[in-house]
């Protein structure tokens, strides 16, 4: 029996790109062959995509009318290309994971009346999932919150969570290290690429503030901008706390693991990470987000008391400090709110999502 065919269609950012990478990996092991259809950006993502062809489809983005013009005909363009890929491979059904390379391989799918579905990663649906939505004849979503969506798509969707890394859950099964009486106090620090400047500039100043004999315990690994390194750097040596800091960690899984702490944006990544293993958190929404999709993505913590959040235009080190200072205080809460955040979590959404594409296709 000739294995099913499977079709990716994801945009170019590794937010959709790694949720599909992941499903990609489920769907191989269980015998599927798989095509990744994308634009350039995708293909940034997609070194280690275990596909068998990369389809490049014309798709486009754009602010304004005459941009608006030029991605319409873009997509349309992908749309023809995608048709004539389809008529060649016959795909068993084709996956969308958002973003505006992922429309054309869906509407030629839709089109050509082939099984279709789509995974949306925010707890707002997308633009280009908005548009499909109703279209398609599965809706995955990672988040209970699934906003912007019809009444019909909210009622139908599965909520699947978003696949992670391999690394990152394995430590579902990872208790979490309540800090010890007078022990050290593990902080992380992240920030997404268009939030790694206000939190480090923010950061070092707010745990600067805090008393000192709690930022004698303090070890802090914070993320920055590599402008921003030398400047955190000298923040955290005159607190005198211990701080490594630095543009990126290869080994975010180690860190997280011994964390009791995390600092950061409320990517939906990110959410997904904090509940599958089970940390606390304070959160600072990107303000510039689409439909502030981050501000309800971190419901899924804030609303168990998993995560604090504290708005981008309301965030100082003052604030920072105050609820840094009151977490910190009381490690039997920490522990609470960890044990919250592991409640929440959705280890397995990989085979979740996988076995919504087998039920789609009728296996």
Same mark, same amino acid.
Request: proline share 7%; hydrophobic share 50%.
């Given at each position: ?214 930022? =004698?315990?303090? #070890?802090? /690994? ?5 402008? &921003?390194?030398?400047? $955190?750097? *000298?923040?955290? @040596? +005159? ?93 039997? =809460?920490?522990? #609470?709110? /960890? ?5 929440? &979590?959705?280890?397995? $959404?990989? *085979?979740?999502? @996988? +076995? ?8």
């Amino acid at each position: 029996m000739t294995s099913r065919l499977c079709v990716l269609a994801a945009g170019g950012t590794g937010g959709h790109m790694f949720p599909a990478e992941a499903l990609a990996r489920e769907l191989a092991d269980r015998g599927w062959r798989i095509v990744l259809a994308t634009d350039k950006r995708g293909e940034a993502y997609a070194a280690t995509f275990p596909a068998e062809e990369h389809l490049a489809l014309n798709a486009a983005t754009g602010s304004g009318a005459v941009a608006l013009v030029k991605a319409g005909a873009a997509i349309l363009g992908g749309v023809r290309q995608a048709r004539s890929a389809f008529n060649r491979l016959n795909p068993d059904i084709v996956v969308g994971f958002g973003g505006y390379p992922s429309a054309p391989a869906l509407l030629a799918a839709i089109s050509q009346g082939l099984p279709t579905a789509i995974h949306e990663q925010n707890a707002v649906l997308g633009r280009t999932n908005r548009l499909l939505a109703s279209r398609v004849d599965a809706v995955a979503s990672a988040f209970p919150t699934l906003e912007r969506a019809s009444a019909r798509v909210k009622r139908d969707a599965r909520v699947v969570g978003i696949p992670v890394r391999p690394a990152i859950r394995a430590l579902y099964e990872t208790p979490y290290p309540t800090p010890k009486a007078g022990g050290p106090i593990e902080l992380l620090v992240t920030g997404g690429s268009q939030g790694a400047r206000i939190l480090a500039e923010t950061a070092p100043r707010a745990l600067a503030d805090l008393p000192e004999p709690l930022r =004698a315990r303090l #070890r802090v /690994a914070q993320q920055s901008r590599p402008e &921003g390194v030398e400047a $955190a750097q *000298a923040v955290y @040596a +005159d607190a005198g706390i211990q701080a490594e800091v630095q543009p990126f960690f290869a080994d975010m899984a180690e860190r997280l693991a011994r964390t009791h702490l995390v600092i950061g944006r409320a990517g939906a990544s990110t959410c997904a990470e904090l509940a599958i293993a089970g940390r606390p958190a304070v959160l600072i929404p990107l303000a510039i987000a689409t439909d502030d999709h981050q501000t309800l993505n971190a419901r899924l913590l804030t609303d168990v008391d998993a995560a604090a959040v504290i708005p981008e235009r309301e965030l100082t080190p003052e604030r920072l400090s105050a609820v840094l200072a009151d977490w910190l205080a009381d490690p039997e =809460a920490l522990t #609470r709110r /960890a044990t919250a955040a592991h409640a929440v &979590g959705l280890p397995h $959404a990989a *085979a979740a999502l @996988a +076995d919504l594409v087998e039920a789609t296709v009728g296996c």
